[in-house]
Each structure stands twice: as structure tokens, then as C-alpha cells.
């Protein structure tokens, strides 16, 4: 009986599984009516562009002692801050990161690691250096967000990068959004450099534009530096009796032997696809939304970031 039984229950599985495929609601096709998830999946090759080794530093942070390193890749931005991205780029062969500490973990702001202090006192670039807080317009071509912006003039995104820029004065600059990376400073506005980094880990804190010079952003391993430990003194810094989470290996992605080395792509911002993208969350194209706000803040449009498929 139970033989026959279940014999019965696949016949009708079976009978039915075309009607049942046939009710499901298919995926659509037409991007202006895809989610974001929809819009990233359904991406064709040519809407993505490889990210350049040369431009993809590779960390690994140990949280606690002991633990597994976590790997945080960040995508220097040469075109925004030439001097600091080849002062990084030197810090990285001398192998200055590796062992040094992570300093600074302050809730819903930055993650900071390095020592200015040590570079200076080796001899090495990147200690204190001219800020590169903003550069010229001119040869520049980002899409912008219409909405415009409480901070700056005009917004959108270049390069794979949020930025923002001045039509009048012909100055842009990029901005503090979730995993942008800056050089730390002191009071003076040369004071800083890429010898001691912070990546954003909340909300972006927008009074920082054009204080800091920004030199890139984390494109994976966000999670290893969004949960360390929180430091205990003012601003987030690691007090005497906090173990401090440590920068195991600190290496430029393109120093790596060729089978060693992590590749990726990033959507491409000059698109009509990423224009699809940024509507979608716009008006958010779910069957959870309710209501649709119609305006998009520029940090809230993701910058899709993936590992390089084969072409």
C-alpha cells in the first residue's frame, strides 16, 4: 500500500509540475522593471569593467588573537589622489603594514590602522604629505544624480566611485560614503597621509569632504572591519588594555605571482545599466515596498563589485 501510495503522490507531482512552473511568475526581462538583485545578475559582460591589479590592495586583519585573518580588498583611486595612491603603493612593497595594528574602531564611523609616526621615523613616504582633498573637473565625465545634494553642488559617480563636484569653481572631490578609505590627519591640512588609512563604517559622515584626502574604497571583506572590536578611549581609539586587532600581510594585488591574485570587476557607472540600477532604488521595484519615495541620496545607490568571470 505505502508502495502504490507514493507511486500516486510522484504521478501527480509529475502531472502537475507543468502548471505549477507555468503559474510561477517569471523573471523579467526588461531592466525597467528589474530589483537591484535582478538588474546585478542579468548584467551583460560589457556593462562590467576589470578593476586594474594595480589598483587592488589586499589586507588581512586578524580580529582577536588567534582568530582566522579576514581579507579586506580596497580599489585605490589614482585619478583622485595620484600622489597618495603611489606613496600607498611604495608603504606596500617596503611591507610597512605588516604587523602593524588597527588603532581606531569607533561605532557607526571610521576603522583606522597604521602609524604616520613610524613612517616618519623610517624614512618612508606617505607620513605627512600635500593634501589632495579635491582636483579639477576638467576631464571628468560622471553621471549625475539628479536630486542634487545637501553637501555639494552636484553629485553622481565616476569611475566606479561616488563623487562631487563644483561647475563653477571646476573642482571635484569624492565623498565619505559606507567603505571609502582616506588618509588620517592632524590639525594641519598636510599633516596626513596614506601611512595611516581609515575606512568609513557607518553612516556616511559627509562633514569630512574635502577635509580628508579620500584615496579609495573597500570593495570586499567590509564585514572584517564593520564588526572589530570597539575601542574604549575617546573617538574609538584602543585603550592600554584592549588586545588590538592586527594587519597580518598588507600587499598591491598586481605584486602577487599571477595565480595568487584576487580579480574583479566593478559595474561600470558610465552605463545605461547602472542608470537602471540607481532607478531601481529610487523607486524600489519589490513587491515589499509600499511606498516609492521617487529621490535617492548618493550614498544609498550601491557600486556593485564582483569577482572577473572568464570571457
Do not use: K
Not at 585573518?69 to 603594514?97: D, E, K, N
Not at 578609505?181 to 590639525?187: D, L
Not at 575617546?234 to 600581510?249: H, K, N, T
Request: hydrophobic fraction near 45%; charge should be neutral.
Amino acid at each position: 500500500m505505502r508502495a502504490r501510495a507514493l507511486a500516486t503522490a510522484a504521478l501527480l507531482a509529475a502531472l502537475l509540475a507543468p502548471a505549477i512552473a507555468q503559474d510561477a511568475p517569471a523573471a523579467p526581462t526588461d531592466p525597467s522593471r528589474m530589483t537591484t538583485g535582478e538588474l546585478i545578475a542579468a548584467a551583460p559582460p560589457e556593462a562590467w569593467e576589470p578593476i586594474d591589479p594595480a589598483d587592488l590592495v589586499v589586507m588581512y586583519i586578524e580580529a582577536t588573537p588567534g582568530a582566522a585573518p579576514g581579507r579586506v580588498v580596497i580599489r585605490l583611486a589614482p585619478a583622485f589622489a595620484p600622489a597618495h595612491t603611489a606613496a600607498m603603493t611604495a608603504l606596500l612593497r617596503q611591507g610597512f603594514f605588516d604587523g602593524r595594528a588597527v588603532v581606531r574602531s569607533q561605532e557607526n564611523y571610521v576603522a583606522q590602522w597604521g602609524d604616520g609616526e613610524a613612517a616618519a621615523a623610517l624614512g618612508l613616504p606617505g607620513a605627512a604629505m600635500p593634501a589632495e582633498f579635491d582636483r579639477p573637473l576638467r576631464g571628468l565625465s560622471p553621471m549625475r544624480l539628479p536630486e542634487g545634494d545637501v553637501m555639494a553642488p552636484q553629485v553622481g559617480w565616476v569611475g566606479g566611485f561616488p563623487m562631487a563636484w563644483d561647475p563653477r569653481r571646476g573642482r571635484a572631490w569624492l565623498i565619505h560614503c559606507n567603505g571609502m578609505v582616506g588618509a588620517g590627519r592632524g590639525e594641519g591640512a598636510d599633516s596626513g597621509g596614506p601611512a595611516e588609512l581609515y575606512a568609513v563604517n557607518g553612516h556616511a559622515p559627509r562633514a569630512l569632504d574635502r577635509n580628508v584626502t579620500l584615496m579609495g574604497r573597500v570593495i570586499a571583506g567590509m564585514e572584517h572591519l564593520s564588526v572589530l572590536p570597539r575601542g574604549t578611549e575617546a573617538l574609538g581609539f584602543y585603550g592600554p588594555s584592549q588586545v588590538r586587532p592586527v594587519i597580518r600581510r598588507a600587499v598591491l594585488a598586481a605584486d602577487l605571482p599571477e595565480g595568487e591574485r584576487p580579480r574583479f570587476e566593478a559595474l561600470r557607472t558610465d552605463g545605461d545599466w547602472f542608470g537602471e540600477l540607481v532607478e531601481s532604488r529610487r523607486n524600489r521595484r519589490d513587491g515589499w515596498t509600499l511606498h516609492r519615495h521617487d529621490r535617492i541620496e548618493i550614498c544609498q545607490v550601491p557600486l556593485p563589485v564582483r569577482p572577473a568571470l572568464p570571457r
